[in-house]
């Protein structure tokens, strides 16, 4: 019903900058927020950016400064600007909602397919 679509991911050279999409559809009701989470073989998937709000919006530790996270809530999507890319950023970036459909009360995270960036030195 809901769906999460990426979009541009790629390879970079180390020092470059890249800029993902994420748009989000079907049945919504509302959402309450969305992000970019990333993830290498073999280690956890780990937080880069989301946003709740314009005024809320979290980093993690090796990408503050860098990395900016930004929506368009009329169209629900969720963009991230990568610049001064690092070979240590390679990673499988999948986009993360939190959000309600029309046929439920609840909150429930939803997850893109994942789009590849490849960081090279």
């Known amino acids: 019903q809901v769906q999460l679509v990426e979009s541009g991911g790629g390879l970079v050279q180390a020092g470059g900058s890249l800029r993902l999409s994420c748009a989000a559809s079907g049945s919504i009701f509302s959402i309450n927020a969305m992000g970019w989470y990333r993830q290498v073989p073999g280690k956890q998937r780990e937080l880069v950016a989301t946003?709740?709000?314009?005024?809320?919006?979290n980093y993690g530790d090796s990408v503050k400064g860098r990395f900016t996270i930004s929506r368009d809530s009329a169209n629900n999507t969720v963009y991230l600007q990568m610049n001064s890319l690092k070979p240590e950023d390679t990673a499988v970036y999948y986009c993360n909602a939190d959000l309600r459909t029309l046929r439920s009360s609840w909150y429930v995270n939803y997850w893109g397919q994942g789009t590849q960036v490849t960081v090279s030195s």
């Open positions: 946003m709740i709000s314009a005024s809320r919006t």
